[in-house]
């Protein structure tokens, strides 16, 4: 898994040193067979394995391996997220049992539509169930607490029941506060034939879909067919709803996607000269990097920068036959990434009708070679919905 490996012997200390870059890097240090390996990142490999394998001062409490490596393996790594990326990839071979607790990931929140329900629901969790299922999933969210605010805030728009648990309908039952507000279809006792809480469920399907921008549309034609057929109250009512909308829109993360559908570039600072790295991000799933040359060939100078992404991105393998749990992690860690205050490098996400935004890919990939910060007008993502 990492690209280079140098044997240790304790009386050739200071060549083996001299041989390592000074660089950011992911590392294992091997002993003898069936040891456990150390398994570790750094911000610069040549200080990190001084200070681990030099010989020890007199009463020094600081840990050192000298006596037990036999061999240094190690890949050089341009940013923090390709290095946390790589060290979760090397700690999940050495370590498949704990590998999860050592690196203390903390899965993203999603919220889920439970179209598996004979009378389907949302809830929020952090847990992918059965990639071949009925319930959807979208995210992530930075927080659970961001992701249940703007669950409850979008279905204060519908009717779709808030409940939890399956429901056995029956016209004696007395219903809830929701159901008394004129909040809830309330198929609980029938209060409505099941195609139209299928119809409720397929509205909320499509503007979670789209980042609430279907919701958005049709408030603004129904005001503007109410203002034109003189309804003033009908379309001073709409308004409200469109503002009352606004927030609830301006709440929602750039990348939140419907996990099934985020695909995506993610692009890095590169190890490499005059390159920078690029991800591809396929319904969750990370792989790569491929270090993406900014100056070019002669032979190839012909082809424009987007071609030239384009044949990059297709060189990079999907991750294939991933679990549920594998693009948990992924999202884990694209979350642990995407949601600090100190983020490098940039994201980019496709909209189903456009693809991937390449020009602005291209444009990114730029500023990501120059260390610029990302555009603030432009969204972080590839559009505006969540398709």
Known sequence: ???????????????????????????????????????????????????????????????????????????????????????????????????????????????KLHLENEYPRASVTTRLGRLNGKSLYYGPFPSRTAAEKFMNDSLDFFKMRRCVGDLHPDPAFPGCIYSEMKMCLAPCFKGCTDDEYRGEVEHVQAFLDTGGRSLEGELAREREEASGNL??????????????????????????????????????????????????????????????????????????MESRVQMALEGITPLANARGLEIMEHLALFRRWYFRGTRVGEVFLADDKTGLPMRRIVRGISRVYRGEKPDSEAPASGGVGLN
């Open 1 to 111: 898994m990492l690209l280079n490996r140098l044997e240790f012997e304790a009386g050739r200390d200071h060549e083996i040193f001299s041989a390592l870059p000074a660089v950011p890097a992911v590392f294992v240090l091997r002993g003898e067979a069936g040891s456990e390996p150390y398994v570790s990142k750094t911000a610069n490999l040549q200080r990190r394995m001084r200070r681990l394998l030099s010989s020890p001062g007199e009463r020094s409490k600081r840990l050192n391996l000298r006596s037990v490596v036999r061999s240094i393996e190690y890949t050089p790594v341009g940013s923090d997220f390709q290095s946390g990326f790589l060290l979760y990839q090397a700690l999940k071979a050495e370590f498949p049992k704990t590998y999860a607790s050592r690196l203390r990931l903390r899965f993203a929140p999603l919220v």
């Open 231 to 304: 309804e003033f109250e009908s379309a001073a009512s709409l308004h409200a709803r469109l503002e009352k909308l606004k927030p609830v829109l301006g709440q929602l993360p750039e990348v939140v996607r419907r996990v099934d559908r985020m695909v995506g570039v993610i692009a890095q600072p590169a190890i490499a000269e005059n390159c920078v790295a690029l991800f591809r991000i396929d319904a969750g799933r990370i792989a790569g990097p491929v270090e993406f040359p900014i100056q070019t060939s002669e032979h190839t100078k012909s082809q424009s």
